[in-house]
């Protein structure tokens, strides 16, 4: 019986210092004095292709403020219902807005309205711009109403440093023929290809084997494969 273990390598939580911005610098930085305000400001959201950053930024956000001993609250589309509300959050976050069903768009409203009443900061993230999202009038005017940045995918050697950097954290050596095999034949959006780096840590555990093509192939054609990959650095 083939046996199963837990990978074994750490997993850096998100932060700024571990964000890599490229073409996104600018909107760190403003992401990060939005979050520094002394008083709550206008509510922001990030929008762009799966991969580009957005949640890993929001992770940081709320990883910033949580050093700070502030609480906060994370809500997407997964989340279950009913969504409740603290007076004590600092910040309340909704990823996936794309992916809201009309009770979650209820439930959003209703959190950004009770968050613009007691001054606690609101932010949220979805694929498209406000005024594309397939949500509800309400609240999609209510998302283009404060901060709107766009994020863009990195490069190619951005996206290289990105997994090298996150395999060095796994303890992983990650040759650049299993780089160049990925991204020829995987989407190149790290949405995509930072859960598959942890899909095929724990594949190698399980064979007893290192990271190399022909691993990569084996788990690629596994009919199984979409139970591999996790969230731990989702879009």
């Known amino acids: 019986m083939q046996q199963i273990p837990l990978a074994i390598g750490p997993v850096a939580e998100p932060t700024f210092d571990n964000y890599l911005p490229g073409p996104n610098a600018a909107a760190c930085a403003e992401l990060q004095a939005w979050a520094a305000?002394?008083?709550?400001?206008?509510?922001?959201?990030?929008?762009?292709?799966a991969g580009s950053g957005k949640t890993?930024?929001?992770?940081?956000?709320?990883?910033?403020l949580?050093?700070?001993n502030a609480e906060l609250a994370w809500f997407d589309a997964n989340t279950p219902q009913p969504w409740y509300w603290s007076p004590h959050w600092r910040l309340v976050v909704v990823d996936h807005?794309?992916?809201?069903?009309?009770?979650?768009?209820?439930?959003?409203?209703?959190?950004?309205?009770?968050?613009a009443a007691h001054g606690t900061l609101f932010a949220a993230a979805g694929r498209v711009p406000p005024i594309d999202l397939p949500l509800r009038d309400d609240?999609?005017?209510?998302?283009?109403w404060g901060h709107v940045l766009a994020l863009q995918p990195l490069a190619d050697a951005e996206t290289r440093a990105v997994l090298r950097r996150h395999a060095s954290e796994r303890g992983l050596l990650l040759p650049d023929e299993v780089l160049d095999y990925l991204l020829a034949r995987v989407d190149r959006d790290l949405g995509t290809l930072m859960p598959l780096l942890n899909a095929l840590d724990r594949y190698g555990l399980?064979?007893?084997r290192h990271i190399t093509v022909p691993l990569v192939r084996n788990l690629l054609a596994e009919p199984e494969r979409a139970a591999w990959p996790d969230a731990t650095h989702p879009a």
């Open 66 to 68: 949580h050093a700070a």
């Open 139 to 144: 609240l999609k005017s209510r998302l283009a």
């Open 206 to 208: 399980a064979q007893g």
């Open 97 to 115: 807005c794309d992916a809201l069903d009309a009770a979650a768009q209820h439930a959003a409203f209703t959190l950004f309205v009770e968050a």
């Open 56 to 64: 890993h930024l929001l992770r940081a956000l709320g990883q910033q």
């Open 37 to 49: 305000a002394a008083a709550a400001s206008a509510p922001l959201y990030l929008w762009g292709p």
